[in-house]
């Protein structure tokens, strides 16, 4: 069983490039989940995916936004960076949306912006 | 919005000695998830709490709903230094079911 992969594992831009973060879901998951970890912080729900469609996004402003692919797979897509986007992203898949499907989450994706 | 609230930030004990972090929610839950997150990992899904009052263990570890579906505890028994990082509360609310993150208690655990 393949686990969560994230991609790039690190990341270091300037304020207001553009960035994409990519997620590939574990095998038989077919919702993703995304979400921002700033340091010291617990994580910040961004969005959900279910079946290539958003289930849910949190308080995060238009700039945020995603994909989900035919294979489960996601994008997290973030333009006109600012300095305060400096997290860890985090993305987890889940079996389904239900409450009975716990998070499985990636390594995650440390961007800094600078 | 749910709002979720974990105490203490910060936990020093001794190998050994008994730990406990609280988690509390603005609004009444559904269900609730603990997660462990080890210095520079990525958070580990622990076991899921739904009805009122329900106590669950795992070996050294037990886990507790409130009765009004408001609050949680985690209780480590003889704390090792395996047990070192961040545990996190996730509480998940009728219709949406996407998890609430608190912000979670760091548990330091000197040999």
């Known amino acids: 069983e393949t686990g969560v992969t994230q991609s790039p594992t690190h990341l270091i831009k300037t304020r207001g490039q553009q960035v994409t973060l990519r997620c590939s879901s574990q095998?038989?998951?077919?919702?993703v989940s995304w979400y921002q970890q700033a340091l010291g912080q617990g994580p910040q729900f961004i969005f959900q995916?279910?079946?290539?469609?958003?289930?849910g996004r949190g308080n995060f402003p238009p700039r945020f936004s995603g994909l989900q692919f035919p294979n489960y797979s996601s994008e997290l897509n973030v333009n006109a960076l600012e300095l305060d986007d400096s997290a860890l992203y985090l993305c987890a898949s889940s079996a389904d949306r239900g409450p009975n499907s716990p998070l499985h989450f990636g390594n995650g994706t440390r961007l800094t912006v600078t | 919005g749910q709002q979720v609230m974990q105490i203490p930030q910060y936990q020093h004990v001794q190998e050994g000695e008994d730990f406990t972090t609280y988690c509390n929610s603005s609004t009444t839950l559904s269900n609730i998830q603990w997660y462990k997150q080890r210095p520079g990992g990525h958070p580990v899904f622990l076991i899921q709490?739904?009805?009122?009052?329900e106590v669950k263990k795992q070996k050294r570890l037990t886990f507790q709903f409130g009765e009004a579906k408001k609050n949680s505890s985690l209780h480590i028994t003889a704390t090792q230094t395996t047990d070192v990082g961040t545990y996190f509360c996730a509480g998940l609310t009728g219709g949406s079911y996407i998890p609430t993150f608190g912000r979670g208690t760091s548990l330091i655990v000197h040999p």
């Open positions: 709490l739904v009805k009122s009052g």
């Open positions: 995916y279910y079946r290539e469609e958003e289930n």
């Open positions: 095998s038989g998951h077919n919702t």
